[in-house]
């Protein structure tokens, strides 16, 4: 296989402008068994401003994939819920 074919098979599921957020969502779906190439990884770690890295899987592992980025999504989203509620009952308590 070419690597024009095998690049016309990718899907972009998430861009990033932070580096790292990058990083975290491709070691989970790593960790999930699914191939993950971020595309713009390293423009981004030099010049952030001006670039976002680009998480890129197969096709056939595009729904898995934004299912899994999804539930992180709504993980972080309660976490930071639950932290600000903590947050907010210490305040009361002083």
Do not use: C, W
Not at 70 to 93: N, P, R, T, V, Y
Request: aromatic share 4%; net charge negative.
């Amino acid at each position: 296989m070419s690597n024009a074919t095998k690049h016309d098979e990718l899907v972009t599921v998430a861009t990033f402008p932070e580096p790292i957020e990058a990083a975290v969502a491709r070691s989970a779906l790593e960790a999930a068994g699914i191939e993950v190439y971020l595309r713009g990884e390293t423009a981004n770690s030099m010049v952030p401003v001006a670039f976002t890295a680009q998480l890129q899987v197969r096709t056939e592992d595009e729904q898995a994939a934004r299912q899994l980025l999804d539930a992180a999504d709504d993980f972080q989203s309660s976490a930071e819920d639950l932290s600000e509620a903590e947050s907010g009952d210490a305040s009361k308590d002083s």
